[in-house]
């Protein structure tokens, strides 16, 4: 007599109903639905205590019992994406071993499972985006879409035009390569100081920093106070605010999902 959950495989791999297996993967923070793929297909995933291989399987991650290498999905009943605004002076981290104050201490505990999408080095400040969906994370933070950020910087000395021009236009050479800036524009600035304002595309370490560094005017202040389509608007530092289900859509739109 065949194994009762045969049956159900196979429903469920034919029909619309369910989810697909490798989305609830990815949702619950195994990483990439790429990744989940390859963990289904290489035998690490069960489903009612049955081995499940075939990448169209779809469940019912409410009724069902998925493992992974033995231990249990657990899934979220709810996603959370959150915009926080860092102060300067705290790691973009959920926790430090010297007790420095990180993105943990602004949160709470009210989110398990939440983390952010990408850092802002420890002098620098502004949005950072935070989930506890996995695979919006993934592509958030994945170099294929590469989404816009956008940042203030405050720099040391009289930039001109020319060079904000160039930054654009041609970039500079860095030690990781060519790099530039999608937009760069001055909105302020006197004979010791000039704020500029900067879109660029790459997630690079400490990238704006470095780009101003080569061509001599040396970041004194960086916020970011954007991210594809959220705007760090009125948050004040130290804060964060939940974005709306339309917000959320909007940034899966921008990153393919």
């Known amino acids: 007599m065949p194994h009762p959950y045969s049956h159900a495989k196979k429903a ?14 990815a949702q619950a923070g195994y990483g990439s639905r790429r990744k989940c793929e390859e963990m289904i297909t290489s035998g690490q995933v069960e489903v009612d205590g049955e081995l499940v291989t075939e990448l169209g399987t779809r ?41 420095r104050y990180t993105l943990a201490d602004i949160i709470g505990d009210g989110y398990p499972r939440i983390f952010h999408m990408g850092r802002l080095d420890y002098d ?22 590469e989404v816009a950020k956008t940042y203030i910087a405050t720099l040391e000395g009289h930039i001109g035009g020319n060079v904000c021009r160039r930054l654009v236009r041609q970039g500079v050479l860095l030690d ?5 800036f999608d937009h760069c524009a001055i909105m302020d ?36 106070v954007q991210i594809g389509p959220i705007k760090l608007g009125e948050i004040k530092p130290g804060s964060y605010r ?16």
């Open 124 to 145: 620098s400040e502004g949005l950072i985006l935070m989930t506890n969906d996995g695979e919006l994370a993934q592509h958030v933070m994945h170099p294929k879409y």
């Open 242 to 257: 939940v974005l709306s289900e339309t917000e959320v859509k909007s940034l899966e739109k921008e990153v393919g999902l």
């Open 176 to 180: 990781d390569g060519w790099i530039s």
């Open 12 to 25: 469920h791999s034919d029909s619309t109903e369910g989810i697909r297996l490798q989305k609830v993967l």
């Open 59 to 99: 469940v019912d991650p409410a009724h069902q019992d998925i493992r992974v290498d033995g231990s249990r999905v657990h899934i979220q009943d709810k996603y959370v994406t959150l915009a926080l605004n860092k102060p300067r002076r705290v790691l973009s981290t959920m926790s430090d071993p010297k007790g």
């Open 189 to 224: 600035q006197n004979r010791d100081r000039s704020v500029v304002k900067v879109v660029i595309h790459s997630g690079r370490n400490r990238i704006v920093r470095r780009v101003f560094d080569a061509v001599g005017y040396p970041v004194k202040r960086l916020t970011r």
